[in-house]
């Protein structure tokens, strides 16, 4: 199993690290045939507008858009997220995103979440984190902010965060994405 994190911008090598705890191969994903032989992809955490331009840039975002909605498993956090939810990037999940939804870098946060299918809490790392304002249909919700923002959803290849799991010691989203949507691929 080899997971492709893109490599354009953002929280990469962190997601590397992740996968090695769970000894999972990893590449990095520059341009498009770099996308050859993945099983799945990681779009960190960053900049969103940088990110997509950068995609442009490189020739990736027409492949990858294809992939998504070809039903390829993709993973994003935080940034990821924002990609993933609009129309004009990959639009891989429907729903109403709010860019920079709890503020600016000086009002990031932690805080310990409730996630569908966990046993214990998740400790959320937020920084100039986006959120979910609502859903479309066939999108899970798997975690909510204590003033009720969506902060973690699924819909079918689809996995995204608004905050940064790859950030901590705890692998549990990273598992989650292999096992879940990697392995019935």
């Known amino acids: 199993m080899i997971i492709g994190i893109l490599a354009l911008q953002g929280a990469v090598s962190e997601h590397q690290v992740a996968l090695e705890k769970l000894a999972v191969a990893s590449n990095l994903v520059l341009k498009p045939t770099d996308l050859q032989g993945l099983d799945g992809l990681i779009i960190p955490g960053g900049e969103s507008t940088a990110i997509k331009k950068l995609m442009v840039r490189e020739n990736l975002l027409e492949p990858l858009k294809q992939m998504v ?29 709010v860019r920079n939804g709890f503020g600016r870098q000086k009002d990031s946060f932690e805080e310990s979440l409730t996630v569908t299918g966990f046993d214990t809490p998740f400790m959320g790392i937020f920084i100039r984190a986006p959120y979910l304002s609502s859903v479309g249909e066939g999108v899970q919700v798997l975690a909510k902010t204590d003033d009720n923002h969506i902060v973690a959803a699924s819909k079918q290849n689809v996995l995204v965060t608004a905050f940064h799991p790859e950030l901590t010691a705890d692998t549990r989203f990273h598992e989650l994405f292999i096992h879940e949507f990697v392995g019935q691929k």
């Open 69 to 97: 909605a070809q039903g390829f498993p993709v993973f994003g956090t935080c940034a990821g997220l924002v990609l993933l939810s609009q129309t004009d990037s990959l639009n891989g999940l429907n729903g109403e995103v």
